[in-house]
């Protein structure tokens, strides 16, 4: 038996992803270890991190400013809005430094199942975001899943009456893939989307 506090403690780890309950008393016990190391500083970061940051009112990125870092460099471009659904979707094309545009994030995907449907999510003020002149293509950076490619089919006939361009990540065979190891989606979808050299 232990401690309420300590119970408490395991109890919030194992409800962060990829940790369970075996996994979350390992980490707690790591902390309990260097309370002055670990511990007291982590609590540090968590509570300053719960009080600065926010939501940015124009895409949906989180950070300590609103409008977000993203949105209030003057450097992006304007003109291209790159649509995905969630934040850390955004955080990996960043990583790739390979869009220089703007975001939007749609908190999710529709889904009829769940009970998602699209006044649950962001996409009424894309299509706002979306109608100003300086903007000139969206791209739609949803998965490749089945709730992914129906939230962008939804989004392309919203988009549709704005007449702006609309454009679609490529879907299949990743860098380094081989074609015997890829699943039949996967090489439909690859096949469907070929190009010219």
Partial sequence: MSAPEIDRLIELLAKLPGL???SARRVALHLIRRPAQLMA???????????AISTCQVCGNVDTADPCRLCANPERDATVICVVEDIADLWAIERTAVHRGRYHVL???????DGVNP????IAKLVARASAPEVSE???ATNATVAGQTTAHYIMERLAPAGIKVTRIAH???VGGELNYLDDGTLTAAMKSRRAL
């Fill in 41 to 51: 500083p982590l609590a540090d970061a968590l509570s300053s991190a719960a009080r």
């Fill in 138 to 140: 969206v791209i739609l």
């Fill in 107 to 113: 908190g999710g995907t529709l889904s009829a199942l």
């Fill in 119 to 122: 006044e649950d999510l962001n």
């Fill in 172 to 174: 299949g065979v990743p």
């Fill in 20 to 22: 369970g309950p075996r």
